[in-house]
């Protein structure tokens, strides 16, 4: 069984700055995309940024310059440096990997940090 966890959410006043981590353990052969995702109260679940195994990376045009994701394929994880963080930033942020196992390739997430960008 494969899981995701997250930390390093938190409160943080406008223009600081957080480092998310997710750590993926179980019976993994193999993490292709790794990212990150958010969502704000009554909005969509939208991407922040992912990365792939041979750290390609992208961005939402909204954190591009600000947000850095990067990974450590020896330990699984994938982390998200977050700087000049707005209010707007301001949702439950969670991880996502397309993992194979022996059995399968499937999408995993995590189950959410909230980070909270407020004066």
């Known amino acids: 069984q494969v899981q995701l966890v997250e930390s390093g959410g938190g409160l943080v006043q406008p223009g600081g700055s957080l480092r998310l981590s997710c750590a993926a353990s179980g019976s993994i052969f193999m993490i292709n995309v790794m990212g990150w995702y958010r969502q704000a109260p009554g909005k969509e679940r939208e991407l922040v940024a992912r990365?792939?195994?041979?750290?390609?990376?992208n961005y939402a045009d909204s954190v591009k310059g600000r947000f850095t994701i990067s990974r450590d394929n020896a330990k699984n994880a994938v982390y998200l440096q977050m700087n000049s963080l707005k209010p707007g930033d301001t949702a439950v942020y969670y991880c996502n990997a397309k993992i194979a196992t022996m059995y399968k390739i499937d999408n995993y997430w995590g189950q959410g940090t909230q980070v909270t960008v407020s004066s």
């Open positions: 990365i792939t195994s041979r750290n390609n990376t």
